[in-house]
Nanobody, 119 residues
Framework: QVQLVESGGGLVQPGESLRLSCAAS????????MSWYRQAPGKTRELVAS???????VYADSVKGRFTISRDNAKNTLSLQMNSLNSEDTAIYLC?????????????WGQGTQVTVSS
């Protein structure tokens, strides 16, 4: 099992920045992918950004140039630096870890942290 705990959410004004963190613990495989997803009210969950244990990153088009995902493999932590926030970024942000071994894929989710962008 893997446990994920997010932190760093809150209420900010448009144009401001916020940094989210996710602490992972448990049975983490050496090869894994950590991701941030978000889910706004009435909308489906969407991928925000992901980063592999090797450092490869993927971003949603809507956040490219504004958000930066990073990880510390030694500490098993994931971060998301969010700049130039706007109201469309308002959502619950969830951390996900996918363990990878051969054809095996094991997915784990955190509880989420609320991000609200409002004036």
């Amino acid at each position: 099992q893997v446990q994920l705990v997010e932190s760093g959410g809150g209420l900010v004004q448009p144009g401001e920045s916020l940094r989210l963190s996710c602490a992972a613990s448990g049975n983490i495989f050496s090869i894994n992918v950590m991701s941030w997803y978000r889910q706004a009210p009435g909308k489906t969950r969407e991928l925000v950004a992901s980063i592999s244990s090797g450092g490869n990153t993927v971003y949603a088009d809507s956040v490219k140039g504004r958000f930066t995902i990073s990880r510390d493999n030694a500490k098993n932590t994931l971060s998301l630096q969010m700049n130039s926030l706007n109201s469309e970024d308002t959502a619950i942000y969830l951390c996900k870890l996918q363990n990878v071994r051969d054809s095996l894929r094991l997915n784990y989710w955190g509880q989420g942290t609320q991000v609200t962008v409002s004036s």
